[in-house]
């Protein structure tokens, strides 16, 4: 069974992986044995306290990791990637360079960027000027406005952008049929009842 890898970090931004997850559970119920969901972070045994608060114990150190299982990484933003999670940023890169979506948002971006691997992909973040500040980072040509980019296996978003981000990994990871995601799109982004409708129809 193919792994989807939530990367668990303090300070790690609830609201930017709440919907993809919940997607994420969806689709495991609906079709058990395709993907598994693990949160993975960086220590050993030890909890990590989100933005919002919330206390998670991972499921595994990222030293324990089987990349050649990894169905997909997931980067949440948080207040730290300005500096350090180097064992994970060698893991995106391992991952792209073997054809692995890896998913980041917000400052897990600048994370990206100061890896280099945003210099020859389009890619979005919170801003141009976010990612400035990694000196690594020469991709400005490459940067565009927008509430979430696909770029083969690269996925980038802001902190904005929530439902953007998990819509463009259900869809890589083609998680739902595609009338399904658009309909679900719908519904939150405009909680109009045909989309509700829509989305019951396409699940049935």
């Not at 997607?23 to 495991?28: F, I, N, V, Y």
């Not at 890896?102 to 890896?115: D, F, K, P, Q």
């Not at 259900?170 to 009338?179: G, H, S, T, V």
Request: net charge negative; hydrophobic share 45%; glycine share 10%.
């Amino acid at each position: 069974m193919k792994t989807v890898i939530l990367y668990a970090t303090d300070t790690m931004a609830d609201w930017e992986y709440g919907h993809l997850l919940a997607g994420l559970t969806m689709a495991e119920q609906a079709a058990p044995g395709r993907f598994k969901l693990v949160v993975a972070s960086e220590g050993p045994g030890e909890y990590v306290t989100t933005m919002g608060g919330l206390r998670l114990h991972p499921d595994l150190q990222l030293s324990e990791l089987d990349l050649d299982n990894v169905a997909a990484l997931i980067l949440p933003g948080a207040d730290t990637w300005g500096a350090g999670h180097d064992a994970i940023l060698r893991v995106a890169g391992d991952l792209l360079l073997a054809g692995t979506p890896v998913a980041a948002i917000c400052g897990a971006t600048l994370g990206l960027a100061r890896r280099g691997l945003l210099n020859d992909r389009p890619h979005t973040s919170n801003a141009p000027e976010f990612l400035l500040g990694a000196h690594e980072y020469q991709g400005a040509a490459h940067y565009l406005s927008q509430k979430s980019v696909t770029d083969g296996n690269l996925i980038t978003a802001p902190a904005t952008a929530p439902i953007e981000f998990a819509r463009a990994v259900f869809e890589r990871l083609e998680l739902f049929p595609q009338p399904m995601i658009d309909a679900w799109y719908g519904l939150y982004t405009t909680g109009d009842k045909k989309y509700f409708d829509q989305l019951t129809g396409a699940a049935e």
